[in-house]
């Protein structure tokens, strides 16, 4: 199934911990973590993303089961439509084009967003509108499909709705787990999905359970305050990492 290697797994698996490690602990950045080393080791672009997807599925899957109950489900509707609508598109795009200049941008627009909310949030009020649904929602469409990364967009609403960490927490991995399968649906449908992602992903969700393990024992112990700005400090090394990679 694939051609891949005993080395390449165990890369594989050290890349799904710290991925699950740094999502369990801030509620996004497993494709950013992932996406930066993930599109130089497997057959293609594509491959990659339908691999993360697949695995960062499987990880809001995994923290999901023991917090399910604090979803809130009301608020993911409209987010989950306007996702869906701009990330079919935006997957249909990598299939036909390969254009270089996508993490450039992605990394561009990552530090410009952290900047503004570690720096500027605290004076203004973000209020989870329907409109905040619907603009977050597409820019994480758009991202997701382009990138395999659609947390921050996301993040923003989530983190304006949500009244506690926990809540916040489990909101997310309901939204990625959904999402990340809309976009498996999606990569299905243009052929991304191959022998080598499906033994890729059988053979290294067990970094995915070990990520969390680790991400949740250090989750328990931080404050909302300090949960906030190791996101947003997050994202600027995401976006750094993204336009040197």
Known sequence: MGDISISLILILILLCIGASLVQRVSGF????????????????????????GLLAATLSAYVLISMWRLVNWK???????????????????????????????LGITLIILSLYFLFICKHINVKPTCFLQITMGGL??????????????????????????????????????????????????????????CYGWITTCVGVAIGSYIGKLIFDRI????????????????????ILS
């Open 140 to 197: 994480s469409g758009a991202m997701g499909g382009l990138f395999g990364m659609h947390g921050p967009p996301a993040v923003i609403y989530f983190l304006a709705s949500q009244p506690d960490k926990n809540h916040y927490m489990a909101t997310t991995q309901a939204f990625f787990l959904i999402s990340n399968l809309i976009l498996t649906a999606f990569r299905a449908n243009n052929g991304f999905i191959t022998p080598f992602v």
């Open 223 to 242: 404050s909302s305050e300090t949960l906030r700005k190791i996101i947003y400090v997050y994202m600027i090394f995401a976006g750094v990492t993204a």
């Open 75 to 105: 608020q993911l509707t409209i987010i989950l439509l306007a996702f869906s609508v701009v990330a079919y598109f935006s997957v249909d795009y990598v299939a036909k084009s390969a254009e270089t200049h996508l993490k450039l941008l």
């Open 29 to 52: 950045g497993f494709g950013i973590f992932i996406m930066t080393a993930l599109p130089f080791i497997t057959p293609s672009y594509a491959e990659a993303t339908t691999l993360s």
